[in-house]
T-cell receptor
Framework: DARVTQTPRHKVTEMGQEVTMRCQPI?????VFWYRQTMMQGLELLAY????????DSGMPKDRFSAEMPDATLATLKIQPSEPRDSAVYFC???????????????FGSGTQLSVL | QQPVQSPQAVILREGEDAVINCSSS?????VHWYRQKHGEAPVFLMI?????EQKGHDKISASFNEKKQQSSLYLTASQLSYSGTYFC???????????????FGQGTTLQVKP
């Protein structure tokens, strides 16, 4: 049963520390998304990639957040330095978008629960 | 542009019906519906692309109005398993370079009680 795998599931860290979250998209999916979920803001789109190339990262605080896809099986989201306001659940989602298609089903991972103290 | 969902929360008894609305001040190209159970990841329900379209499976269905500015999700004869938060998302226009960009509303929390 194919699924999106995220690690770690939970992360507690202190303010100022670097945090790296990892995501393994479903094999064959060509588009990967990072969302952040908080009670106040709901599901916010941070960044997304197609065929490993970044398409849009305008939702991401540029000074401290970075997202990359070193290869087709790994997406990373890094926060450096972390702040208490970064505490949230971070979801990775993937989907297969045929050429020219813009609306397809997304599969979400289980999320990383981040707490920054 | 983030779509607006209403109501924010609904409490039902098993067997009752509910309607969740998703609207925008501008015409939408598409509407995507997801459900998230507590502590879990969002799960895809359906996508609507055409004005006037209706879709559904089992007792959960959705419509997209002709002007494509509102979508409604209908849950009929609700079951305990329907409890969760429902999100609508708006997708990009065809041919847009924003392939797959999906902006979600704030969510509607549905609680079904026995």
């Amino acid at each position: 049963d194919a699924r999106v795998t995220q690690t770690p599931r939970h992360k507690v860290t202190e303010m100022g520390q670097e945090v790296t979250m990892r995501c393994q998209p479903i094999l064959g999916h060509n588009t990967v998304f990072w969302y952040r979920q908080t009670m106040m803001q709901g599901l916010e789109l941070l960044a997304y990639f197609r065929n490993r190339a970044p398409l849009d990262d305008s939702g991401m605080p540029k000074d401290r957040f970075s997202a990359e896809m070193p290869d087709a099986t790994l997406a990373t989201l890094k926060i450096q330095p972390s702040e208490p306001r970064d505490s949230a659940v971070y979801f990775c989602a993937s989907g297969f978008f045929p050429e020219g298609e813009t609306n397809e089903k997304l599969f979400f991972g289980s999320g990383t629960q981040l707490s920054v103290l | 542009q983030q779509p607006v969902q209403s109501p924010q929360a609904v409490i039902l008894r098993e067997g009752e019906d509910a309607v969740i609305n998703c609207s925008s001040s501008k015409a939408l190209y598409s509407v995507h519906w997801y459900r998230q159970k507590h502590g879990e990841a969002p799960v895809f329900l359906m996508i609507l692309l055409k004005g006037g379209e209706q879709k559904g499976h089992d007792k959960i269905s959705a419509s997209f109005n002709e002007k494509k500015q509102q979508s409604s999700l209908y849950l009929t004869a609700s079951q305990l398993s329907y409890s969760g938060t429902y999100f609508c998302g708006t997708g990009p226009n065809a041919g847009s370079s924003n392939t797959g960009k999906l902006i979600f509303g704030q969510g509607t929390t549905l609680q079904v009680k026995p």
